[in-house]
């Protein structure tokens, strides 16, 4: 662990820590539910546009970092998603 000059823990060891522990005393509910909560909170503070633009900004990351096969994979398991929902 890397401290500065006077011998004090960086704010990023302190919340790197402070998250281990944290994980440590909660589990996979716990988080699910803080996310659940983050996430309507954001949709009562954001319209319509907001989700597109995060949308599109998200798109246009992924397809500078994917190909073209990375596309039909994921398209072929949607598909065989779609079609075993259908099928039940």
Do not use: P
Not at 1 to 28: F, I, L, Q, V
């Amino acid at each position: 662990m890397a401290n500065n000059n006077d011998n004090k823990m960086s704010r990023e060891e302190a919340g790197r820590m402070g998250g281990e522990a944290t994980s440590r005393n909660h589990d996979k509910e716990f988080y699910q539910e803080i996310g659940r909560k983050g996430g309507e909170a954001t949709s009562e503070n954001h319209d319509k546009e907001f989700y597109q633009e995060i949308g599109q900004k998200g798109g246009e990351a992924t397809s500078k970092n994917h190909d073209r096969d990375f596309y039909e994979e994921i398209g072929e398991k949607g598909g065989k998603a779609r079609n075993n929902r259908n099928n039940d």
